[in-house]
């Protein structure tokens, strides 16, 4: 332990030492805030990253419930099919919704495009879900004097050119009838005249497609009398979301499947974690290029310390002992700088979090007026790791020239 702190010592009063050339403290100071500056960076990129994954998931939660329960094959079944009764009883359980969800045409005046029509209840936890992002009109699901009242995306509403205010047009919903013999529009298609009473605006996406209905309209449009394509549940906070799943798998009979939020949209997820991956990679390597000049940086300080080293080598210090004295030089550098750094950074991002120091253009759309910020320790797990990484090998490749030949150099 001792002989430890004592080569940290030395190795630490070789780096604040005067040196015979001024380009070799400009280098080494120039390694130490490059390293500094390219780790800052890297943690404030990185949650900033975290803050937009933060919003674009918490947008899917208004989209994708908890839990999904659905047929295998899509279909709609019987709710009496399931055990409602036992699932309610599950620990961590706090809402259950059943809901369908189907395509169909949607026409106003002269304009018609295909929608995803979603049945949901009147007072239900989707219609409170989507009650936030509802821009004009009120997020009603009702049937008003045998007109059901229905909320769309703000992409369907403008490809539509919906006039909510005008109220004696009605949207028109289609659905194909199933097993039917006639070839006549009235034989095919099941009608549903709807009145618009609110317009909601959550991504562009979803916005493009979605309609939410009264889910009897929507089992009349279909024709499919009491059955559900969608068995939605939302978790208690604190819930466990293996153990809800696993306990839910074994009450279902065969042929439903049990789908958590990241399932439900696997493609998004797989899409933010390639991109967060490739975003730490990146940042990672202009890291690694900051930190290369440690190389030359301590192969100029071995050259200047020379004689010090001979000196140290003929008080008793072996070649393995003065190997370790330059790579703990070398992790001085990079250490110092890359916690100085990350120290640094992570105060920058905590400014930004707190004051919104930085605003952001048009984010008054997600509801965030300035770029968001999350943080997460496994960004500081890997950060460091590869600070150790980058402080263990590179000064590897500069000790090697330390050996008898160069201790001894000077007593020929």
């Excluded at 990129?45 to 937009?52: D, E, Q």
């Excluded at 620990?91 to 969800?101: D, K, Q, R, V």
């Excluded at 730490?280 to 190389?295: C, D, E, Q």
């Excluded at 940086?297 to 002992?321: C, E, F, H, N, P």
């Amino acid at each position: 332990m001792r002989s430890t702190f004592l080569s940290y010592w030395i190795a630490y009063r070789f780096w604040k030492s005067k040196k015979s050339y001024s380009l070799i403290n400009i280098l080494t100071y120039v390694t130490f805030f490059g390293i500094m500056i390219a780790v800052a960076a890297l943690i404030i990129v990185i949650c900033v990253f975290n803050g937009f994954e933060h919003v674009i998931v918490s947008m899917t939660e208004v989209i994708y419930p908890d839990i999904s329960i659905t047929k295998a094959d899509a279909k709609p079944f019987d709710i009496n099919s399931l055990n409602l009764d036992k699932i309610k009883l599950i620990n961590g359980i706090s809402f259950i919704e059943p809901t369908i969800e189907a395509t169909a045409l949607a026409r106003y005046d002269d304009e018609q495009i295909v929608v995803k029509v979603k049945g949901i209840s009147t007072d239900g936890y989707n219609i409170q879900n989507i009650a936030p992002y509802v821009i004009y009109g009120e997020p009603k699901v009702t049937v008003l004097d045998s007109i059901p009242a229905v909320i769309i995306g703000s992409g369907v509403a403008h490809n539509l050119n919906v006039n909510i205010n005008d109220y004696s047009r009605y949207l028109f919903l289609y659905s194909i009838k199933e097993n039917s013999s006639q070839v006549s529009a009235n034989a095919l298609f099941t009608e549903s005249a709807c009145a618009v009473s609110g317009i909601f605006a959550v991504n562009q996406d979803y916005d493009n497609v979605y309609i939410y209905a009264p889910i009897l309209e929507v089992q009349n449009l279909l024709g499919i009398g009491n059955n559900y394509s969608n068995i939605e549940i939302n978790l208690a906070e604190g819930a466990n979301l293996t153990k809800v799943k696993r306990e839910l798998t074994k009450l279902l009979p065969k042929g439903f499947i049990v789908k958590d939020r990241q399932q439900q949209d696997e493609l998004l997820y797989k899409i933010l974690r390639n991109e967060r991956l490739i975003v730490f990679i990146l940042l990672a390597f202009i890291v690694l290029i900051a930190s290369l000049n440690v190389i030359s940086s301590l192969g100029l300080l071995l050259i200047d310390k020379q004689k010090r080293v001979q000196t140290l080598y003929a008080l008793g210090m072996d070649i393995s002992q003065l190997k370790k004295l330059f790579l703990r030089e070398g992790a001085i550098i990079v250490l110092g700088g890359g916690v100085i750094g990350l120290l640094l950074g992570s105060v920058i991002a905590f400014l930004q979090l707190q004051f919104g120091i930085v605003p952001m253009q048009g984010g008054e759309m997600v509801g965030y007026q300035a770029y968001p910020i999350a943080f997460k320790f496994i960004d500081y797990f890997f950060i460091i790791l590869l600070l150790v990484i980058i402080s263990i090998l590179l000064p590897r490749l500069t000790v090697k020239r330390i050996d008898k030949n160069f201790v001894s150099i000077r007593n020929n």
